[in-house]
């Protein structure tokens, strides 16, 4: 089992969300901490609550939209920890609603928040991370990526082509010491939208808490897990029988409530 004590770990998406909650069991672990986020303000209140901790700390705000920003953190965090020993590309942007009826802009972001972003923060530190013969590198998808939701075809996509690119990168490097994990959560409960407005997903459906997420980031980590579903109710049965025919996909998504509740979840 791989240890976490006085590891360098980049996390990004570091200042709401489940962010915040990986960060703190990661610091439980003794690891240190390079945060990158947009908000400032945010990133410092995180640091602050894992004061108690004895890592180090670093808070380094970001558009992970802008590649020269991407190019920034990287550099950022070589300079001030020496290393980067772990990558978690969390960071992503919840983008939905009816889909012609969103701005262009607001949907090429969410490209290059939640895919590009990670492909290029992973593509800087690659090198770093072969040459010292380890690295493991985090992604954070979500069940989305496995069954596609309507009035969140753009996050469900962009979260779909992390996965598979994930997948590649995992063949083609196995055996440089540099492992790949792909977390997978369900409605995430407790912050962002469902602590905004109490809305509770289909009971068939599921969800998950954000410490259950930050417990699948650990897994994968210490023990080089591949792929964590994380969901109250047993998911991979439904991925897979929607993978065999389409058609009954989409007459669970429907029967099981989700097509439904994202309807409501938008306001349509």
């Known amino acids: 089992m791989a240890s976490l004590n006085g590891k360098h770990v980049l996390l990004t998406g570091g200042s709401r969300g489940v962010g915040p ?62 290393t980067i020993d772990i990558l978690v590309n969390n960071a ?75 997948r590649g990168l995992r063949l083609e490097l196995a055996g440089t010491g540099v492992h790949f994990s792909t977390i997978f959560p369900g409605y995430v409960t407790d912050v962002g939208m469902f602590a905004r407005f109490n809305m509770t997903p289909p009971w068939m459906v599921g969800s998950c808490t954000p410490s259950q997420v930050a417990e699948a980031v650990i897994r994968a980590i210490e023990r080089e897990r591949l792929e964590v579903i994380v969901n109250s109710r047993p998911a991979r049965l439904v991925f897979m029988l929607s993978e065999l025919s389409s058609s009954l996909g989409d007459w669970m998504m429907r029967k099981l409530g989700a097509v439904d509740f994202q309807r409501r979840k938008v306001g349509l």
């Open 21 to 82: 909650v990986i960060a703190k069991a990661l610091a439980e672990r003794g690891a240190h901490i390079a945060l990158a986020a947009h908000s400032e303000e945010g990133l410092r209140s995180v640091i602050n609550s894992l004061s108690k901790y004895k890592v180090q700390t670093l808070a380094v705000p970001v558009d992970l939209a802008q590649a020269t920003h991407q190019n920034k953190l990287i550099s950022t965090v070589l300079e001030k920890f020496g």
């Open 92 to 166: 992503g942007l919840e983008t939905e609603g009816a889909y012609t009826g969103l701005p262009w802009a607001a949907i090429r972001e969410t490209i290059e928040v939640n895919l590009v972003a990670p492909m290029a923060l992973t593509h800087l530190v690659l090198s770093h991370m072969l040459n010292q013969k380890s690295g493991p590198i985090v992604n954070i998808a979500s069940t989305g990526a496995k069954s596609g939701a309507p009035y969140a075809a753009t996050y469900c996509g962009t979260k779909a082509g992390l996965a598979e690119w994930t």
